[in-house]
């Protein structure tokens, strides 16, 4: 017979607010009844201004009504809050479980948790962890052969990649997904299920939900048959391949003997963007002004075409007209049919799908393309907007459309994208402006993105029919460009002499901003 459930309550970045999170605590159990611990994951702390309502619990002049559990640092402008890394009981009811480790209940519950971000360098701060982290709390679990998991893993960044078979993402600030398979269905005995839960911060202004309760029997009180029961929404392990041929799959390298992978395998970076030579050259020397680039000596070449595409500039089919500049990788073009005038493609040069098949050389000078559209828009007080749709495409287009500042702030467009998405039953997800694609989107995912001038990128993975036009009608809708008459580029249509004045407009004015033009 199951003991009793644990009631639980979790919590995302407090950052301070921590009146506002106890009162809505106290409303919640004085209408749901107790509820026997809280775990606060992210930032628990916030600014200097918040520290007043800090001292209040730490000089026992209030006490938080619940057992509440929380992440250690996770900057270093909390880290002065934190006396002991290891853990330690902070005001009464108010303990930090440490930087990472086991913490078991009297409950026989156990709950996993690394607190912090992840580091690009050893030695690591004091609020960050490394792979040498994340393999000593590993390493100890999966070496007893009893070893059946953990009840909880906290952390303050999501696991790297762990939304690839979500459905249904609110945003990046709150993923309820489905459960998640820890077994390959029909090939492996059947295990128990995870469930992926990100929370918000504590009254952000979107009203996102922070607070999330739940009801759970320590695994090692389960009934195995209870335990291993699949719920109806279950989706794939998103870190394991299927077993082929009947062999199985190789453990990480940093689960054995072998090289290391680098450490931002394990997290979804939610810090300050890497360096170009990070990003694309991990584990070698970091490079100097002296050190000359060790480039491979025959370049990866792009995958072929199966038939005629009308974007490889090499094919017959592209209509070179339109073309503004040509770099050694991609090439820039104006769109044919264009929402306006400026309304720009970057494509590789080679056959591309989409970003995430990009090779490395090719992203490094798409990303330059980028920096020039952006520098571009902006000495014409415009916004630089970018979309993607992989889906029914079989070349990349990175489709540019700048929007006028005083037409619509920024808000205003992601708000618009947003909007509409929701009318068409679609939710977009909010990812940070640093994050590469391919940390969400692995390659063959059919998906649609949105950068905004800010960097901000709004995220959706096609799951079945997705409108063609989406990324057209919403920047054609009346709230911002005005021109819903424009959404289909098939109504757009010039003759190939009002194109090449167009294109030859749009090379002169981009000129001074085109770095290939200056190579």
Not at 87 to 101: D, Q, V, W
Not at 221 to 250: C, F, H, S, W
Not at 306 to 318: I, M
Not at 450 to 458: Q, R
Request: aromatic share 8%.
């Amino acid at each position: 017979m199951e003991d009793k459930p644990l009631r639980v309550l979790a919590c995302g970045d407090v950052e301070g607010r921590i009146n506002a999170l106890f009162n809505r605590v106290n409303a919640i159990q004085k209408k749901s009844g107790q509820f026997d611990l809280l775990l606060c994951v992210g930032e628990f702390f916030g600014t200097s201004e918040a520290e007043a309502e800090w001292e209040a619990y730490k000089s026992g002049a209030k006490k938080a009504p619940i057992h509440t559990y929380i992440l250690g640092a996770a900057s270093q402008e909390t880290v002065k809050y934190f006396p002991n890394s290891d853990g330690c009981e902070l005001a009464e009811n108010i303990t930090c479980l440490g930087r990472r480790g086991i913490f078991t209940g009297a409950s026989g519950l156990q709950i996993a948790y690394v607190s912090g971000r992840e580091a690009q360098q050893e030695p690591a701060p004091s609020h960050c962890f490394t792979s040498k982290d994340i393999i000593a709390l590993a390493a100890p679990l999966l070496s007893n052969s009893k070893f059946r998991g953990v009840d909880i893993l906290l952390t303050s960044q999501w696991p790297r990649g762990v939304w690839q078979y979500g459905n249904s993402p609110v945003s990046a600030l709150l993923c309820s997904f489905n459960s998640v398979l820890n077994h390959v269905v029909l090939q492996e005995n059947a295990q128990h299920v995870s469930r992926f839960i990100a929370l918000a911060s504590v009254n952000n202004p979107a009203k996102k939900k922070y607070l999330y309760a739940f009801n759970i029997v320590p695994m090692k009180n389960m009934d195995p048959a209870e335990l291993v029961k699949q719920p109806q929404d279950v989706t794939e392990n998103p870190y394991r391949k299927p077993v082929k041929d009947g062999k199985k799959e190789k453990p990480p390298p940093s689960m054995t003997g072998a090289e290391e992978e680098p450490v931002s395998q394990f997290f979804f970076d939610l810090g300050q963007k890497k360096p170009q030579h990070q990003q694309h050259h991990h584990g070698r020397k970091r490079q100097t002004d002296g050190d000359r680039p060790n480039y491979p000596k025959q370049p990866r070449r792009p995958p072929q075409p199966t038939g005629p595409c009308w974007f490889c500039l090499a094919s017959p089919e592209v209509e070179k007209h339109l073309v503004i500049s040509i770099g050694t990788h991609c090439y820039m073009a104006l769109a044919k049919g264009g929402l306006t005038p400026d309304h720009v493609l970057l494509l590789p040069i080679g056959h591309y799908q989409s970003v995430v098949d990009l090779a490395s050389e090719v992203v490094e000078e798409m990303e330059k393309y980028k920096s020039a559209v952006k520098k571009f828009c902006k000495s014409r007080a415009q916004r630089c907007i970018m979309f993607e749709r992989n889906y029914r495409s079989q070349h990349l287009q990175l489709q540019v459309v700048p929007v006028s500042m005083e037409k619509c702030s920024t808000e205003d467009i992601k708000e618009a994208f947003m909007t509409q998405a929701e009318e068409q039953q679609m939710e977009l997800m909010e990812i940070p402006a640093h994050t590469d694609l391919k940390q969400i989107a692995p390659p063959g995912t059919p998906y649609f993105y949105v950068e905004l001038d800010t960097g901000e990128k709004l995220f959706y993975r096609i799951k079945k029919k997705f409108p063609l036009q989406f990324g057209r009608e919403v920047l054609a809708s009346e709230a911002l460009l005005n021109i819903p008459m424009r959404a289909d580029w098939r109504e757009c249509k010039c003759t190939k002499e009002e194109e090449e004045d167009q294109a030859k407009q749009m090379r002169s004015d981009f000129e001074p901003f085109d770095f290939a033009h200056e190579d």
